[in-house]
């Protein structure tokens, strides 16, 4: 199983918008909403963030939003704050109980 | 508060065994699907191995078949993750997460395995 395509590295201003992609496959991605996306801040343990492709767990800010169209899922980050840089992941169900990851996006905060 | 410990990693040689454990508190563990993810050093996150709550079926990664086995026990609240034949590319912190891809999903903070002579 191949690993899901983000960009290596994305950057933005405070206040900005950014959308991170991850893009998989019709046997991942694009036939499942069973898409997850975790944010790890340098030396820590992965926080789950957007999951079944656009839902927010409680507690996680709203600035956060998921989306899936085909074989690929996004991940939008709104006003962006000096708080969000860190590493973003995506994940995605494929098949059989299996899973497969992003290969990861580094945030910087400009 | 939902806590997930990990122990049991530490330094071994290639070829030899580990058994890493996940003491689980603060939610209903028999009730949770539980995985082990991994990330090597400086690297992504990869899925090891997943398991259903009564513990009957279990699903690895592909490459790892054969050399892992996930285990629990809801009795004692504990995940296992045993690890034979292992090799240095199986060097990694190993993370216990519980239902990692639902809205309850919680990681612990990991447990370095490292492999080498």
């Known amino acids: 199983q191949s690993a899901l395509t983000q960009p290596a590295s994305v950057s933005g201003s405070p206040g900005q918008s950014m959308t991170i992609s991850c893009t998989g496959t019709?046997?991942?991605?694009?036939?499942?909403?069973?898409v997850s996306w975790y944010q790890q801040h340098p030396g820590k343990a992965p926080k789950l963030i957007i999951y079944?492709?656009?839902k927010r767990p409680s507690g996680v800010s709203n600035r956060f939003s998921g989306s899936k169209s085909g074989n690929t899922a996004s991940l939008t980050i709104s006003g962006l704050q000096a708080e969000d840089e860190a590493d973003y992941y995506c994940?995605?169900?494929?098949?059989?109980?299996?899973?497969?990851f992003g290969t990861g996006t580094k945030v910087t905060v400009l | 508060e939902v806590q997930l410990v990990e122990s049991g990693g530490g330094l071994v040689q290639p070829g030899g065994s580990l058994r890493l454990s996940c003491a689980a508190s603060g939610f209903t563990f028999s009730s949770d699907w539980m995985s082990w993810i991994r990330q090597a050093p400086g690297k992504g996150l990869e899925w090891v191995a997943s398991i259903i709550p009564d513990g009957s079926e279990k699903y690895y990664e592909d490459s790892l078949k054969g050399r892992f086995t996930i285990s629990r026990d809801n009795a004692e609240n504990s995940l296992y993750l045993h690890m034979n034949s292992l090799r240095t590319e199986d060097t990694a912190v190993y993370y216990c997460?519980?239902?990692?891809?639902?809205?309850?999903?919680?990681w612990g903070q990991g447990t370095l395995v490292t492999v080498s002579s």
């Open positions: 079944e492709a656009n």
């Open positions: 997460t519980r239902d990692f891809v639902r809205r309850q999903g919680y």
């Open positions: 019709s046997s991942d991605v694009g036939s499942y909403n069973l």
């Open positions: 994940c995605s169900h494929a098949g059989s109980a299996t899973y497969v």
